[in-house]
């Protein structure tokens, strides 16, 4: 799979540990997220975050992506893996987009391009879970197409609305 086929716009590649720094950045400046998500953004837990898979995926399922400009700025992050929770689904992880850019349609933007190369490679759903009263998520999500299962999973620390979008 190439990679530079998600996006039109950005440079497209996977996160390495070198990444950390900048993640971390795009992280922190993130308020409402984390305002939802009780931990807060931390070196060490975007490193495991880099490898972390669910049970029963290993390393060769997960894409941690990132989306930069020409300039090689980090303007958004996308933790993708496939065929999970069954197969010709893609879960999101996680997709966080730079604080200047949110509310301009780039992330509806880089996701319709995700969604063309998901489906591509064979995808024909994507789910995700969106922390229960994050409405600023959910209201993106359901603005690119996005609807809410009945289910709910217990996180950790929250509760997480199932949602999906067939392809």
Same mark, same amino acid.
């Given at each position: 799979? *190439?990679?530079?086929?998600?996006? %039109?716009?950005?440079?497209? =590649? =996977?996160?390495?540990?070198? %990444?950390?720094?900048?993640? $971390?950045?795009?992280?922190?400046?993130?308020?409402?997220?984390?305002? $939802?998500? *009780?931990?807060?953004?931390?070196?060490?837990?975007?490193?495991?975050?880099?490898? =972390?898979?669910?049970?029963?995926?290993?390393?060769?399922?997960?894409?941690?992506?990132?989306?930069?400009?020409?300039? /090689?700025?980090? &303007?958004?992050? #996308? !933790?993708? &893996?496939? !065929?999970?929770?069954?197969?010709?689904?893609?879960?999101?992880?996680?997709?966080?987009?730079?604080?200047?850019? /949110?509310?301009?349609?780039?992330?509806?933007? +880089?996701?319709?391009?995700?969604?063309?190369?998901?489906?591509?490679?064979? +995808?024909?759903?994507?789910?995700?879970?969106?922390?229960?009263?994050?409405?600023?998520?959910?209201?993106?999500?359901?603005?690119?197409?996005? $609807?809410? #299962?009945?289910?709910?999973?217990?996180?950790? !620390?929250? /509760?997480?609305? #199932?949602?999906? *979008?067939?392809?």
């Amino acid at each position: 799979m *190439k990679l530079t086929d998600f996006s %039109d716009t950005f440079h497209v =590649r =996977r996160l390495c540990p070198e %990444d950390v720094e900048n993640i $971390y950045a795009l992280c922190k400046a993130n308020k409402t997220y984390y305002k $939802y998500f *009780k931990t807060a953004p931390t070196h060490e837990n975007i490193m495991e975050d880099l490898s =972390r898979t669910p049970p029963g995926k290993t390393a060769d399922d997960k894409y941690f992506l990132g989306f930069f400009q020409k300039d /090689q700025t980090l &303007i958004a992050i #996308l !933790d993708l &893996i496939f !065929d999970y929770p069954k197969p010709q689904v893609a879960y999101i992880g996680l997709f966080m987009l730079d604080v200047s850019e /949110q509310g301009k349609g780039t992330g509806s933007n +880089i996701m319709k391009g995700v969604f063309k190369q998901l489906a591509n490679q064979g +995808i024909t759903c994507v789910r995700l879970g969106c922390i229960h009263g994050n409405v600023e998520a959910a209201s993106f999500w359901k603005h690119n197409g996005f $609807y809410s #299962l009945k289910e709910q999973l217990q996180a950790v !620390d929250d /509760q997480v609305d #199932l949602m999906e *979008k067939v392809l």
